[in-house]
């Protein structure tokens, strides 16, 4: 019990709303892992989301500058066109947020589909038959690995909200 009071309070003060924390605790402590990891993997692709504020790799602000350091899939050039245009940087940050937002729901859904359609599409039923993808929860001590799946489902409740002093004017 002393482990999954530990957990919960970690989770807690990394962020996880307390009920949230406590249930993967608790699905934890009996043996389940599934919660526990799925949450920390939606954490880790809603990081790159959230860091909105002045200094972020996010902000539109920056992309000028990041696109000329190196960074190949920024335009910063745009970034830079609508920023002289009088484009607002709170508006384009957050048309940035919704626009990774869906790449991310979309992400985890063809994650969770194990790529049944992607491969009969491709190959046909026949071909693509027993082919498929997963994201496997893996806790040695606990349980064999399993399917994580369900990431596109809760996808939406673990969506952390940034604050409104990280998004830069």
Known sequence: MQEAEEME??????G?????AA?????HEEGDSTEL?????LRALWEGVLRLGEGSPLSIERWPELAAGG?????GAAARRLLDSGASPTDLDAVIRSAQSV???DACRTLDGGGRKQLEAALGKDLARGLGWAVV???PKRTPPKSLGGLHSTFEQLEP???EADVSE
């Open 23 to 27: 249930w993967c605790a608790q699905r």
């Open 16 to 20: 996880v709303e307390a009920e949230i």
């Open 103 to 105: 790449a991310l729901y």
């Open 37 to 41: 990891l799925q949450l920390m993997l």
């Open 9 to 14: 309070r970690k989770l807690s003060e990394s």
């Open 71 to 75: 960074l190949p899939f920024l335009d």
């Open 161 to 163: 909200k940034p604050a």
């Open 137 to 139: 929860a893996q806790d």
